[in-house]
């Protein structure tokens, strides 16, 4: 969905009202932006008029993925890492787990060759917190530090199934899992 208002890292009362209109007109999964920076994710159940529930996913706005803005929290991004479940006799979905790799868009200047580069956040404080500063300056690594912090704010924890449901030889037979490893481009 493109929605939302631009730099705000959260969803405003439009938004939510589109994705409960989407959800109950059989959208199981929104990813949205337009906002460029990031906005918060949830699962929930929904009950449908029939009375039947279903899980539901949202994320409201996904950032930039690569982007020459300047303006606050507009270079940072999160790669969403989805398991679904499909039961292949009912049709029915579930959101097993949501999880997101936190990225940082570093624009090393202009005149420079390859310019921007896609920093995946965790991995390089890791580096950094382990000695290893080759690919990360203190300046950089603190920038980082301060963008995982707010990106992990706005988004939260990883999402999973608290109470895995119990499947039988023919739910197994049938299920597809999926992984979706959604880039959203500006």
């Known amino acids: 969905m493109h929605w939302g208002i631009e730099y705000a890292q959260k969803q405003n009362n439009e938004q939510e009202k589109l994705a409960n209109l989407l959800f109950e007109n059989g959208v199981d999964i929104i990813i949205g932006n337009h906002a460029h920076v990031i906005e918060p994710m949830e699962k929930r159940t929904i009950t449908l008029e029939d009375g039947t529930e279903k899980e539901v996913f949202v994320v409201y706005a996904l950032g930039n993925f690569v982007s020459g803005q300047v ?54 404080i890791s580096e950094y917190d382990s000695g290893d500063k080759s690919k990360v300056n203190t300046s950089l690594y603190n920038t980082i530090k301060k963008e995982l912090a707010d990106i992990e704010k706005v988004l939260g924890e990883p999402i999973t199934n608290e109470e895995p449901e119990e499947t039988n030889e023919n739910t197994e037979a049938n299920e597809v899992n999926a992984s979706a490893n959604v880039l959203n481009e500006n």
């Open 71 to 124: 303006k606050e929290h507009t270079k940072s991004t999160a790669i969403l890492d989805m398991q679904i479940t499909k039961n292949g006799e009912t049709g029915k979905i579930t959101i097993d787990s949501v999880d997101y790799t936190p990225v940082y868009c570093y624009d090393k200047g202009a005149g420079v060759k390859n310019r921007y580069e896609l920093i995946d956040i965790r991995s390089a």
